[in-house]
T-cell receptor
Framework: AQSVTQPDIHITVSEGASLELRCNYS??????LFWYVQSPGQGLQLLLK??????LVQGIKGFEAEFKRSQSSFNLRKPSVHWSDAAEYFC?????????FGTGTRLKVLA | KAGVTQTPRYLIKTRGQQVTLSCSPISGHRSVSWYQQTPGQGLQFLFEYFSETQRNKGNFPGRFSGRQFSNSRSEMNVSTLELGDSALYLCASSPGDSQYEQYFGPGTRLTVT
C-alpha cells in the first residue's frame, strides 16, 4: 500500500539557517508527491508538487524539493528560514481519488 | 478566484447529536474531498465526490456520510456524535481528478462535549 513517512516530528532551526524536512514514500511506480504547510488553526496550503520530469521542483515561499527515486525520498528544503515559516509541514502522495498524508513535521524557528 | 469555503468555522455539539458541515469548492472544480484531522490520528481521508458520485471512502463508520450537489457544493454529516469525533474537518477541491493537486479550505473545528 502507498504510504509516506516523515521521520521528524519536531524540528527547530534558527532564523536564517537552512532547512531540510524529510519525506520517504512507498510506491512501486512514480508517485505524485506534494508538500503542504499548515499554520495553527488553518487549512493546508500547497507548497509544491511533483508529477514527473525534472526531479528538482520549485514551490512558493522560496521552498524547493528534490525527488530521489533511489532513496524513495522527496525532501523539502529552504536555504534561509524566516520566522514566518514556523508551522506544520505535511508530505503527501495521491492514491485512488484520495491523498495519503504523512504525520507531519512541526517547525519551530528561533529568533 | 475565491478559495474553498467551509461553514461553519466552529461548532460545539453534544454527544448523541448530529451535525452537518458544508463546503463550497473553487469555482469550476468538480471534485471535493473531506479529511478529518486530529492530534492523535493526523489527517485521515473520509470520502471523495466527483459530479455527485462518491468515488472513494475512507475507513470511517457509517455515522459519517456525505453528498455532493449539482453545483459541486458538498456536505458531510455525522450522526450520533461521539467525543472522539472532535476534530478539524477539512474540505479540499480539485479541478478534475483529485490525484492532482487539491486546494484546502480553512476547516470546520468541531468540538463534541
Amino acid at each position: 500500500a502507498q504510504s509516506v513517512t516523515q521521520p521528524d516530528i519536531h524540528i527547530t532551526v534558527s532564523e536564517g539557517a537552512s532547512l531540510e524536512l524529510r519525506c520517504n514514500y512507498s510506491y512501486g511506480a512514480t508517485p505524485y508527491l506534494f508538500w503542504y504547510v499548515q499554520s495553527p488553526g488553518q487549512g493546508l496550503q500547497l507548497l509544491l508538487k511533483y508529477f514527473s520530469g525534472d526531479t528538482l521542483v520549485q514551490g512558493i515561499k522560496g521552498f524547493e524539493a528534490e525527488f530521489k527515486r533511489s532513496q524513495s525520498s522527496f525532501n523539502l528544503r529552504k536555504p534561509s528560514v524566516h520566522w514566518s515559516d514556523a508551522a506544520e509541514y505535511f508530505c503527501a502522495t495521491s492514491g485512488t481519488y484520495k491523498y495519503i498524508f504523512g504525520t507531519g513535521t512541526r517547525l519551530k524557528v528561533l529568533a | 478566484k475565491a478559495g474553498v469555503t467551509q461553514t461553519p468555522r466552529y461548532l460545539i455539539k453534544t454527544r448523541g447529536q448530529q451535525v452537518t458541515l458544508s463546503c463550497s469548492p473553487i469555482s469550476g472544480h468538480r471534485s471535493v474531498s473531506w479529511y478529518q484531522q486530529t492530534p492523535g490520528q493526523g489527517l485521515q481521508f473520509l470520502f471523495e465526490y466527483f459530479s455527485e458520485t462518491q468515488r472513494n471512502k475512507g475507513n470511517f463508520p457509517g455515522r459519517f456520510s456525505g453528498r455532493q450537489f449539482s453545483n459541486s457544493r458538498s456536505e458531510m454529516n455525522v450522526s450520533t456524535l461521539e467525543l472522539g469525533d472532535s476534530a478539524l474537518y477539512l474540505c479540499a477541491s480539485s479541478p478534475g481528478d483529485s490525484q492532482y493537486e487539491q486546494y484546502f479550505g480553512p476547516g470546520t473545528r468541531l468540538t463534541v462535549t
